[in-house]
């Protein structure tokens, strides 16, 4: 049997394609735009390189650039923030990822979580050693399990069942982190049992002229809006130097370091997450511009540079509004941050005002 359109048939066809070619096209020039951090803290330029703070700058116009190139070719703010993420997770700039602080116990414990704002869909891992990419495995737990929060090694079972990359934890040593540790141990009253360690190889050259900025909080975040409109927020850390006992930090909290809602806000931490945990920041900010109807900008400076001024505790938010607006609000000197907003318009900085 043959099919053939009636001529009526095939004008209403013609006009139903034009139709949704126009709604897609529409689509398509929704604006998109994506802000990241690396963290926040005492960064001054007084004491910073000029090459170091050229490579900042560059690792952050590549992690920028990679996430805007995703949202570009049409792809999902969640795909565009965990480009963004693993750039920053794999160079040795940032406490996240490669790297990452050390432990009291002299290992590196990574936290992360991810955040959808269609459907307040969430993931999160802590405290594993042996993940490469943690904002991979944090995705991972969120669209293949049916749980939000993994930890430790039985976190890291499931990242080889669902073939996320593993690796040894040594991968993550770097001296400068290791350099750290041993700085701040040396005021640790609890260092004693440490320094009784003889299988001890790692060695401490002293090189703080490098790395001027080692007070800080150096958690990568990003935040992104898509062409459907979808926000995501995603944070991933070291969390920080000398943690002990297996301590979690605020950048795995759901509500803390990390949130997403289409209707209000993305928000990424970094800062002093003891306190941010306790200040719920990053959910605060989102339940702030809902419930007071106020501005993205104002809501993030009332959680960080007023309530959280209050409590003592350091740090600040990247945040992206519903129309992608970018957000930066930091109590510390200086912040690491970054956007490409809807307009193609791209910056970074470090300092504060
Ligand atoms: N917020 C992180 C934590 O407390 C630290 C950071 O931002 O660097 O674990």
């Known amino acids: 049997m043959k099919f053939f359109l009636s001529p009526a048939l095939f004008l209403v066809s013609l006009l139903l394609s034009v139709v949704s070619l126009n709604a897609s096209d529409k689509k398509q020039s929704s604006p998109v735009a994506i802000a990241i951090h690396g963290g926040a803290g005492t960064i001054l330029k007084k004491n910073m390189t000029p090459e170091l703070e050229k490579a900042y700058h560059n690792k952050m116009r590549e992690a920028l650039e990679a996430g805007y190139d995703v ?27 490669k790297g ?4 009291h116990h ?29 904002i991979d495995l944090a995705r991972g737990v969120m669209e293949q399990s049916n749980h939000v929060m993994l930890s430790g090694a039985r976190a890291e079972e499931f990242a080889e069942k669902i073939s996320i990359e593993l690796v040894d934890p040594s991968y993550f040593y770097t001296k400068r982190r290791y350099n750290q540790l041993i700085e701040v141990l040396k005021t640790d009253p609890d260092a004693a049992v440490l320094s009784e360690d003889k299988n001890d190889k790692l ?17 990568v975040g990003a935040v992104a ?36 809602d289409n209707n209000a806000c993305a928000v990424s931490a970094t800062g002093h997450g003891e306190y941010f945990i306790r200040a719920a920041v990053a959910h605060d900010i989102c339940a702030r511009v809902m419930y007071k109807n106020i501005s993205l900008q ?52 470090i300092y504060g005002k």
Do not use: C
């Not at 990452?100 to 432990?103: D, I, K, L, S």
């Not at 959808?116 to 990419?133: C, Q, Y």
């Not at 459907?228 to 509500?255: C, E, F």
């Not at 350091?314 to 510390?332: I, M, Q, R, Y």
């Open 71 to 97: 949202l570009k070719a049409g792809g999902s703010s969640l795909d565009a923030i965990t480009t963004s993420i693993r750039i920053m997770e794999d160079s040795e700039l940032f406490n996240a990822g």
């Open 100 to 103: 990452a602080v050390f432990t």
């Open 106 to 134: 002299k290992t590196n414990e990574l936290d992360a979580s991810i955040m959808e704002g269609r459907n307040l869909n969430a993931g999160a891992i802590s405290g594993v050693s042996r993940v490469k990419n943690p």
């Open 203 to 219: 060695s401490f050259h002293g090189n703080k002229q490098l790395w001027p900025d080692d007070k800080k909080f150096g958690t």
């Open 225 to 260: 809006l898509d062409k459907n409109g979808d926000l995501a927020a995603g944070t991933s850390t070291g969390g920080m130097t000398n943690k002990k006992y297996g301590r979690i930090g605020d950048a795995p909290i759901i509500g803390a370091g990390t949130y997403a």
């Open 298 to 349: 104002q809501a993030a400076d009332e959680v960080v540079m007023d309530k959280l001024v209050k409590m003592k505790g350091d740090g600040g938010v990247v945040a992206l509004s519903p129309k992608g607006d970018p957000v930066f609000s930091f109590n510390s000197a200086g912040m690491y941050r970054g956007y490409i907003d809807a307009n193609g318009k791209i910056y970074t900085a």
